[in-house]
């Protein structure tokens, strides 16, 4: 995974498509407002904050690989107080929280390269015919920006931690890791990006992390490479789209 420490404050200003997008995954969830959930890579808190107000009686595991992230999620949610937990971990690896009964997720698991083993984790952790219910970015994702990098880097030297898969490959995963009722599907979300925050945005989400891997200098003429080649500021997502249950 991309264990990277986000820049999380300037992430919690600039991720409105993340947000919007959150707020639809989490209309699929279905919640009796008791439950403990987890949210597998919270990011600064934004749609954790609807999350618990779906869940007046129940609680939340605020959990991100980045500490900057995990405190400016705690900064956001402090008035939830008890009913949220804080965790930093890598989904790649196994979980050190208990049991719980619905997982969501929202534009993390493309960070991760190993989706055998993040399945598998997540089944570990939630209960029998609990939820998973995520998206995040699926096959074809920013080709774009992909087909940019790729003209400025042939060799592929850069480090690209991006894991986009397809929806086929997702259900086998799923299903070898122990749910049911699988569904994946992918959508297109194109995303329009205003001109002056374009660079800012590529630097802070898209790009961090292969940024934070090449030297201080070739940074910003390599963010300005690729917002040059995107004048309109229009970002080709294609979100990847997950409803299961764990198996009984």
Do not use: K
């Not at 999620?73 to 930093?88: H, I, K, S, T």
């Not at 998973?132 to 850069?158: E, H, K, T």
């Not at 569904?183 to 660079?199: K, Q, S």
């Amino acid at each position: 995974m991309s264990t990277r420490d986000w820049d999380a404050a300037t992430y919690d200003r600039i991720a409105n498509p993340m947000t919007r997008w959150g707020e639809a995954v989490l209309e699929r969830l279905v919640l009796t407002g008791s439950e403990r959930v987890l949210d597998a890579g919270c990011g600064s808190g934004r749609v954790t904050e609807q999350l618990l107000q779906r869940l007046p009686a129940g609680s939340v595991i605020a959990l991100d690989a980045s500490p900057g992230m995990v405190e400016e999620a705690r900064r956001r949610l402090a008035a939830f107080g008890e009913r949220v937990q804080y965790v930093v971990a890598d989904l790649a690896r196994p979980l050190p929280i208990a049991p719980v009964d619905a997982i969501l997720s929202t534009a993390t698991f493309h960070w991760i390269a190993d989706h055998e083993a993040l399945f598998a984790n997540l089944a570990a952790v939630l209960g029998p015919g609990g939820q998973l219910v995520a998206q995040c970015g699926g096959a074809g994702n920013l080709a774009s920006v992909m087909a940019v990098i790729d003209r400025i880097d042939p060799d592929r030297r850069l480090w690209r931690p991006w894991h986009f898969a397809t929806p086929e490959d997702t259900e086998r995963r799923l299903l070898a890791a122990g749910f049911r009722d699988v569904e994946t599907w992918l959508h297109d979300e194109p995303t329009t990006i205003p001109g002056d925050a374009v660079a800012d945005y590529l630097r802070t989400i898209v790009l961090g992390a292969t940024l934070d891997r090449m030297p201080e200098p070739d940074r910003e003429p390599f963010v300005r490479a690729v917002a040059d080649a995107l004048p309109d500021g229009r970002l080709d997502y294609v979100r990847l789209n997950i409803v299961a249950r764990r198996t009984a």
